[in-house]
């Protein structure tokens, strides 16, 4: 037996930073949806109690550090799962790209094998044991638009924004994401984005208040990190986006734009700069696709 599920990307509309926690955590606020840039993850039932996992990325993990695999892991320990599970993905998300990619793969991982292997468990339970593997993966589980905070585990639903295209260019640079995190001084945060504005705009379906509200504050620190990040910014609102933000710690950058003239017009553009350029459309509600 073999299921398969979609596994979308997350781009932040805002990331807040409010406070440094004592357990070393940041106290965030963030509002995210996904976008139908996806990977697949293939869950093939294992009669002889065996995890294992391939992906088509050779530089992803295929082991325990994989995401998948230990949400395959957690669920079969916690509920005695005699049966196993061969994990396939197939990659086309950027890995550390900022858009949650091994997060979703251990969240349609879940979702799958709650199927595969008849938990029956319901979504808050799976969001649940996803914390346990990271931060986005709770939002994972549920895809569409949600508000984040807490680590990011904490979840509260939000409807679709307006309809609209989502152009990701990712330059050829990798950023960790802890270091982004140890250079942000929290005290020292300029401009935090309105949380509360995104929220209203998004209710509202207004589109040109929802690119005014972008914010992610730490943009400012990659971008000095890394000046082909703020230069990929620049070039998507020279050529006419409504919306400009980096997602997450970077480095990938997106544009939101409504006419679709323009999507071509800010791909040309960036084509000429970036290798790793997507176009895609935000999702907004969950599409909980499973493939078969
Ligand atoms: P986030 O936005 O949640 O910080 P990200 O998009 O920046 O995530 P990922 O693509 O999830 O980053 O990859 C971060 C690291 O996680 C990689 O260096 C990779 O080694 C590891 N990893 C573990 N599982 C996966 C997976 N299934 N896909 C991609 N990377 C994975």
């Not at 086309?92 to 595969?116: E, F, H, M, T, W």
């Not at 802890?178 to 300029?190: N, P, S, T, W």
């Not at 995104?198 to 400012?220: A, K, P």
Request: glycine share 8%; net charge negative.
């Amino acid at each position: 037996m073999r299921i398969s599920v979609k596994a979308p990307a997350k781009i932040n509309l805002t990331l807040d930073v409010l406070a440094k926690r004592p357990d070393g955590y940041h106290e965030v606020e963030m509002v995210m949806t996904t976008v139908d840039l996806a990977d697949r993850v293939d869950l093939t039932l294992r009669q002889d109690g065996a995890i294992t996992l391939d992906c088509s990325a050779s530089f992803v993990p295929d082991d325990i550090r994989n995401h998948a695999y230990k949400a395959a892991v957690l669920l079969r320990e916690r509920y005695q799962i005699r049966q196993g599970v061969h994990v396939h993905i197939d990659k086309q998300i950027p890995v550390a790209a900022g858009l949650a990619g091994g997060s979703s793969d251990a969240a349609a991982a879940l979702r799958g094998l709650n199927k595969l292997w008849n938990l029956g468990l319901s979504l808050d339970e799976l969001a649940a044991i996803g914390a346990e593997i990271g931060s986005d993966v709770p939002f994972c589980v549920y895809g569409g638009t949600a508000l984040a905070r807490g680590r990011g585990e904490q979840i509260t639903h939000l409807p679709a924004p307006a309809p609209c295209w989502v152009i990701l260019a990712k330059p050829p640079i990798g950023v960790s994401t802890a270091d982004v995190y140890g250079r942000l001084r929290v005290q020292e945060i300029a401009c935090h984005p309105s949380t509360e504005q995104m929220i209203r705009s998004i209710r509202e379906q207004d589109f040109s208040l929802m690119c005014r509200s972008m914010g992610n504050v730490l943009e400012e620190v990659t971008l000095d990190m890394h000046p082909q990040v703020r230069q990929i910014k620049e070039l998507m609102e020279q050529s006419g986006a409504d919306g400009v933000l980096m997602s997450g710690s970077g480095p990938t950058v997106f544009a939101l734009v409504q006419k679709e003239a323009k999507v071509h017009r800010i791909y040309n553009a960036l084509r000429g700069f970036v290798k790793d350029v997507f176009v895609a459309r935000m999702l907004g509600m969950p599409d909980g696709e499973m493939l078969a």
